[in-house]
């Protein structure tokens, strides 16, 4: 009786196995197709058009970097406006 | 969080975009003091005039009348550097790919029409994009062509007999004229609509077209296909 249920619960936990594999196959393809719809409709991926990303930083090195390239930017693009505002009065006058 | 600085927009294109930000300003301004001498358009429908371009507080408030031999030599001269500044421009972008970043393909009208019902708040989902949403590629698409035919009407009605066969083209003088002031309509709506998004998208999208990049958090699902393989890093 002993060895019967001990076969019924190995046959089980096979059958169950299984369906779990089922379940995951199913799952992946799920997410593969999803991925290749996703892939499909984005005009950047159509053109293959390219990101350009750094090295990963930390926060403090991402926030020194960008304050520093936004202060010489910056200072580049005030100092060109004011030449333009300043070159149109002189032409003006 | 750890981050990613993303290049969002290379020098010369930042450069041109804000050449070209006080050069259609100006098109757009002296065009007003040359076309006060004439002020002829209007919205009509069934022959009834809904608005007339445009009314007299309009040109009082701006200081407008009698001004139409400056608008004339502002417009005549400043055209000819909106002209070469759109050439490099889209030299660049054919040269660099950057084209891949801005053109749009059949399907963007679709996606762009999701993106607009995103925008109004009515669907949730944001279609998949790379640097700029399928709204956006039709937009700034079509302003490049809108530039182009600017030029194209100007030109027919700048020199009309020399390029008659250009004015002949676009349906004589009269219609050049119409077509060329429609496009400077054009051109003040994509300008209100552009500087409305960006104030939504907020400072850092702002900051990025003064200093070309963007401090992205590194969880971002980044499209394998859509990396740069010598700078990209697959997260």
Do not use: C
């Not at chain 1, 499909?40 to 520093?68: F, G, H």
């Not at chain 2, 660049?92 to 996606?111: C, D, M, N, Q, T």
């Not at chain 2, 401090?215 to 393989?229: F, G, M, R, Y």
Request: glycine letters at 6%.
């Amino acid at each position: 009786m002993s060895e019967e249920k001990e076969k019924f619960t190995e046959i089980e936990s096979e059958v169950l196995v299984e369906k779990v594999r089922e379940l995951e196959l199913t799952k992946q393809k799920a997410e593969s197709s999803d991925a290749q719809n996703l892939e499909r409709d984005n005009t950047a991926v159509i053109l293959n058009e390219k990101r350009e990303l750094s090295e990963p930083l930390s926060d403090d090195e991402a926030k020194q970097q960008m304050s520093s390239r936004s202060r010489r930017n910056f200072l580049i693009g005030g100092a060109t406006a004011l030449a333009g505002i300043f070159g149109w009065r002189f032409a003006a006058r | 969080m750890a981050k990613q600085l993303e290049k969002k927009h290379p020098l010369a294109v930042r450069w041109l975009h804000w050449i070209n930000f006080p050069l259609l300003t100006l098109m757009i301004w002296s065009g007003i003091l040359i076309y006060w001498a004439n002020a002829v358009y209007g919205v009509k429908i069934f022959g009834y005039e809904l608005f007339h371009f445009f009314p007299a507080w309009f040109y009082e408030f701006l200081g407008v009348p009698f001004r139409l031999a400056e608008g004339l030599q502002l417009h005549f001269f400043f055209m000819w550097f909106f002209l070469v500044n759109g050439i490099i421009y889209v030299i660049y972008l054919i040269f660099s790919g950057e084209w891949r970043a801005i053109l749009p393909v059949p399907g963007s009208f679709k996606r762009a029409a999701l993106v607009t019902l995103h925008d109004l708040h009515i669907v949730r989902k944001l279609p998949a994009q790379g640097k700029y949403n399928d709204a956006q590629r039709i937009a700034y698409t079509g302003v490049i062509l809108m530039g182009a035919a600017s030029v194209v009407t100007g030109l027919a009605i700048y020199k009309p007999l020399q390029l008659s066969w250009l004015t002949s083209i676009l349906g004589g003088y009269e219609w050049a004229r119409w077509q060329h002031f429609w496009l400077m309509i054009a051109f003040v709506g994509f300008f209100v609509v552009h500087i409305a998004q960006v104030a939504l998208a907020g400072w850092s999208n702002f900051r990025s077209m003064i200093m070309g990049y963007e401090a992205v958090d590194i969880e971002t699902k980044i499209p394998a296909s859509s990396l740069n393989d010598k700078e990209g890093v697959a997260v």
